[in-house]
């Protein structure tokens, strides 16, 4: 499977679970929220996804060899339900939930060889990816 197919199915995936039981934002790249370096000093926003009320980014350290995820609202204000989950595919999810005035995370996975999912939520929308970053 080429990796443009890969994308799209992953794409397709989230798609599918978040509908399962959350609103699901159409991503618009005029609307991202900017990766701020929640994750720490040598964290590169690698990929993200945008939803109604901000961005979920995943970032990642070479130095480290870690991904990681943060929810980032497009402005900071009054506290709201917000998440930011990653998993190496296929296993358990690392999560930071609650309420949160400007981001949730950051979660981090260290997945030599291996690919990450990550997810995000602010306020009852979400958006993210699977099977993606596979170093």
């Known amino acids: ?10 794409r397709v995936g989230v798609i599918a679970a978040l509908t399962a039981g959350a609103a699901v934002a159409v991503p618009t790249a005029a609307n991202a929220a900017s990766y701020d370096g929640a994750c720490g000093s040598g964290y590169v926003g690698i990929r993200h996804m945008d939803m109604t009320g901000g961005t979920v980014w995943l970032a990642y350290s070479s130095a480290t060899g870690e991904n990681c995820v943060v929810t980032v609202r497009n402005s900071p204000g009054a506290a709201e339900p917000m998440t930011a989950s990653i998993r190496i595919s296929g ?8 309420n949160f005035t400007t981001y949730a995370g950051p979660k981090y996975v260290y997945a030599p060889g291996q690919c ?13 990816e699977f099977g993606v970053a596979c170093r």
């Open 1 to 10: 499977m080429n990796k443009r197919i890969k994308q799209i199915t992953a």
């Open 116 to 128: 990450v999912d990550y997810t995000g939520s602010i306020n009852g929308y979400s958006n993210g």
């Open 91 to 98: 296993g358990s999810w690392l999560e930071d939930s609650g």
